[in-house]
């Protein structure tokens, strides 16, 4: 039996509504919530969202809040799929 090890981020979860639905999906996932927000257009806060989101294969947002430009998807060398609740 393979086992994976799929490292899961919920960015602005403000509510903590998210993780129940993860863990139905991908059982095997080590969920992560983050409720503050960052805005990386603020460069302190760039380089604070990369550190945060650097070891994750898969990252959902809730409610667009954090924007993800070309210079934080070149840092995130783990990110394997983005997943987005809007346009």
């Known amino acids: 039996m393979t086992t994976v090890n799929v490292k899961l981020a919920i960015l602005d979860d403000w509510q903590s509504i998210g993780a129940p639905y993860f863990t139905k999906a991908v059982p095997d996932a080590r969920i992560t ?36 430009p070309a210079e934080l998807l070149h840092k995130l060398l783990n990110l394997r799929l983005l997943l987005t609740t809007g346009m």
């Open 33 to 68: 919530t983050f409720s503050e927000t960052l805005n990386p257009k603020n460069p302190a806060d760039l380089e604070k969202l990369i550190e945060r989101l650097e070891p994750f294969s898969i990252i959902s947002t809730m409610r667009e809040r954090t924007p993800f």
